[in-house]
């Protein structure tokens, strides 16, 4: 068995060698050295001619820093529109972090408990921080929750495309687009218990800034429930 000094002693003889400005192919009795795969490709290689073999593009996810939830996020209640979690813990993206032709994907799920005149419920996606401060990505409409409903499971899925990035201020162009799922206990049947929202147009954000994607909810009784239990953020390129 060869040792590994006499492996690099030998591994030097397949350093790039120059002649005449250009590089040098391996001779044979180098090539014999080789593993036969790797001959394999060379040769493949060498006859492709001015289309030389390429490594192919995947998109991959990549979830960012402290999305998962280690614990129930603080259950929301009321009328008025609020954060299902907090942004800047678990879906903010900092400033300069767009780029052209990036899709952001959120996945939340969690539990849900209905008064016994439950009202409605309207979904926000918001660019932002806070509901206050944050850019509508398209508000869904309002769509009518189940009287009673107690501890129901819900699930919600968004996709946020950067269209463009431009120059400080809103000259950056975004699109979304989800949809909200929850039991036949918690969301009248008649809507088939899913609920679409998102971008009818290209809406304008600061990618310079601060951000991040939230979901606004509006709860129709002050006694109505959410609590997230889980929340996923990811950038699939």
Do not use: C
């Amino acid at each position: 068995m060869l040792t590994l000094e006499q492996l690099e002693r030998k591994a030097v003889i397949f350093e790039p060698q120059h002649e005449n400005g250009k590089y040098q192919r391996l001779g044979d009795d180098e090539l014999k050295q080789l593993p036969p795969s790797v001959r394999e490709w060379l040769a493949k290689s060498r006859n492709a001619g001015p289309n030389p073999i390429r490594m192919g593009y995947t998109p991959y996810r990549t979830m960012i820093d402290g999305s998962i939830l280690s614990d129930n996020a603080t259950a929301i209640t009321g009328t008025a529109e609020a954060s299902l979690w907090p942004v800047a813990d678990y879906s903010g993206i900092g400033p300069n972090t767009l780029r052209s032709g990036q899709i952001w994907h959120v996945l939340a799920w969690g539990i849900m408990t209905n008064h016994s005149a439950a009202g409605n419920i309207t979904i926000t996606p918001r660019w932002g921080t806070t509901v206050g401060g944050g850019i509508s990505l398209g508000a869904s409409a309002a769509t009518a929750l189940v009287n009673s409903a107690t501890t129901q499971p819900w699930r919600l899925e968004y996709s946020l495309m950067v269209r463009k990035v431009g120059l400080s201020g809103l000259n950056t162009t975004v699109v979304g687009n989800g949809k909200f799922e929850a039991t036949v206990a918690a969301i009248a049947a008649a809507t088939g218990n899913v609920i679409v929202f998102g971008s009818t147009a290209a809406v304008s954000i600061d990618a310079h800034a601060s951000g991040g994607i939230l979901m606004g909810m509006t709860l129709g009784h002050a006694s109505d429930t959410m609590t997230t239990m889980g929340v996923i953020v990811e950038n699939s390129n």
